[in-house]
């Protein structure tokens, strides 16, 4: 399937590849571009990149490439197939593969700052519960999915189980997903990087069958991603900063649902597919006003 679609970007725009591929019809017209002038309009940056605000630093090994917030919006736009608008702090890429390499694959970074998240929740979450009710809600969404169309999406089951090192306040968790019509499932790998007044969000897009490189691969991302000196979870200020309303179990079932009052019955899902189909929030109420009213403001932190 990757590399039918792979091949597809050689002779169609990559512009109209979104549309083609959310609503069936042929690409708008456009200028015909190939995917090696693609690839060399990106740039691809190394070494120690500070983060938008100086939020954090990414010290990065001769084996990862950073993509500005621009450029990374248009690998997930133009190259995946992703709707537009997703405002993200760049993206991290592998070295040694292109994204338009059915091996290649990304780390999306945002920031998500709604306050310290306290992490006194974390040894008494039941994760098998939360699976289900995550499950549950995504099946129950299918329908305001279809009616934007987007195809039915389904939460297979952890990939990863969740864990959350106290040491280092970072969280670890995978979602499998198959999405109707896309073939083999995918793959999303999250990390949580906890600071004073937020997290920092890490989401590596795969395939699969790419689990286990995924995994080995992203304990190195881990490794090299920290908060800035006075951003990080030990620098919180009780007497002035905030306090966020959820804590580490909201962070894996969606923080969105949990500010709206509705964890356990709602789930914020970001799912976002590798040269495949969408990036789609899903939440309640205002959430939802918000996204369905104007679906090119996706936010990629919940």
């Known amino acids: 399937m990757l590399k039918k679609?792979?091949?597809?970007?050689?002779?169609?725009?990559?512009?109209?590849?979104?549309?083609?591929?959310?609503?069936?019809?042929?690409?708008?017209?456009?200028?015909?571009?190939?995917?090696?002038?693609?690839?060399s309009s990106l740039k691809f940056m190394q070494g120690k990149i500070t983060l938008e605000d100086g939020i954090a630093t990414l010290d990065l090994p001769p084996s990862f490439r950073y993509l500005s917030p621009a450029d990374a919006e248009r690998v997930l736009v133009e190259a995946w197939g992703?709707?537009?608008?997703?405002?993200?702090?760049?993206?991290?890429v592998p070295a040694k593969a292109s994204p338009l390499d059915p091996a290649g694959w990304g780390v999306i970074i945002t920031y998500q700052q709604d306050g310290h998240v306290k992490d006194s929740d974390a040894d008494s979450i039941k994760y098998d519960e939360m699976l289900k009710e995550m499950q549950q809600s995504v099946l129950e969404h299918n329908a305001e999915r279809k009616t934007q169309g987007y195809p039915d999406v389904k939460l297979i089951g952890w990939a990863e189980n969740p864990s959350y090192d106290k040491a280092t306040h970072k969280l670890y968790w995978a979602k499998e997903l198959q999405i109707t019509g896309a073939g083999a499932p995918s793959l999303n790998y999250n990390i949580r990087v906890l600071g004073r007044k937020g997290v920092l969000v890490l989401n590596a897009v795969a395939g699969m069958d790419q689990i286990a490189e995924i995994r080995s691969e992203m304990q190195h991302v881990t490794a090299f991603t920290e908060f800035a000196e006075g951003q990080r979870y030990a620098d919180f200020d009780s007497k002035n900063d905030k306090v966020a309303e959820y804590g580490i179990a909201a962070l894996i079932a969606g923080g969105a649902a949990a500010k709206l009052g509705l964890f356990g019955k709602l789930f914020a899902l970001l799912l976002a597919f590798k040269k495949i189909l969408l990036l789609a929030v899903v939440g309640a109420g205002a959430g939802i006003a918000k996204f369905f009213g104007r679906k090119s403001k996706v936010n990629l932190d919940k």
């Open 5 to 39: 679609i792979l091949a597809a970007l050689l002779c169609l725009s990559l512009s109209g590849l979104m549309a083609a591929v959310h609503a069936g019809d042929a690409p708008a017209a456009a200028p015909k571009q190939s995917a090696e002038q693609f690839l």
């Open 82 to 92: 992703n709707p537009p608008g997703a405002k993200s702090l760049g993206m991290i």
